[in-house]
């Protein structure tokens, strides 16, 4: 089944300790991107990624991080979070301009 | 003005009648235009995309664009309970996707 999957799906954790979210796809897709969903702020990008070896920030970039070394993987890595980074959080894929797949999303809990 | 500006309801209609969500968006340069939907606490599923001026149906969805006016709708026809979600405007341009803050519809038996 095609689909874009993300881990952990909750996470509670606190201030400082970092932490890394994964997201895989299994579609060969070359585009991945993070968002973060706020109520009253929608969904606002905060890194994507073109392909292998190539990122780049989005709207909100700030205290995140990510990688692409291989094609079906884009982590999120929050070195030092803090509470401000509650949020929830997806991970998208898609292939060229087409359809954007969304994974389950992970809801980030920062004390 | 924010790029993709949608009202946030709650838009309320009752079982079988038409919901009607609008968006607007600010740069002339945008080339596709797609609704999600969204129930609470899931991810954002595509329900329809249109590229071209015009109407586009889609079953009970039709999605209307006017790229002079920067206007873009969704009518749902014949709306059930089971509709009730939050639907987000998404605007491309190049390669980016900008997201409005979505429309809460309720549809009550």
């Known amino acids: 089944e095609a689909q874009v999957t993300q881990n952990p799906r909750y996470l509670i954790t606190v201030t400082g300790k970092k932490l890394t979210v994964t997201c895989s796809q299994n579609m060969n897709h070359e585009y991945m991107s993070w968002y973060r969903q706020d109520p009253g702020l929608g969904l606002r990008q905060i890194y994507y990624?073109?392909?292998?070896?190539?990122?780049d920030k989005g709207d909100v970039p700030e205290g995140y991080k990510v990688s692409r070394k291989e094609k079906r993987n884009f982590p999120l890595i929050l070195e030092s979070p803090s509470p401000n980074q509650t949020s929830l959080y997806f991970c998208?894929?898609?292939?060229?301009?087409?359809?954007?797949?969304f994974g389950p999303g992970t809801r980030l809990t920062v004390l | 003005q924010k790029e993709v500006e949608q009202n946030s309801g709650p838009l309320s209609v009752p079982e079988g009648a038409i919901a009607s969500l609008n968006c607007t968006y600010s740069d002339r340069g945008s080339q596709s235009f797609f609704w999600y939907r969204q129930y609470s606490g899931k991810s954002p599923e595509l329900i329809m995309f249109?590229?071209?001026?015009g109407d586009k149906e889609d079953g009970r969805f039709t999605a209307q664009l006017n790229k002079a006016s920067q206007y873009v709708s969704l009518l749902i026809r014949d709306s059930q309970p089971s509709d009730s979600a939050t639907y987000l405007c998404a605007v491309r341009n190049t390669d980016k996707l900008i997201f409005g803050t979505g429309t809460r519809l309720q549809v009550f038996p």
């Open positions: 998208a894929s898609r292939l060229g301009l087409a359809r954007q797949f």
């Open positions: 249109i590229y071209s001026n």
């Open positions: 990624s073109m392909n292998v070896e190539v990122t």
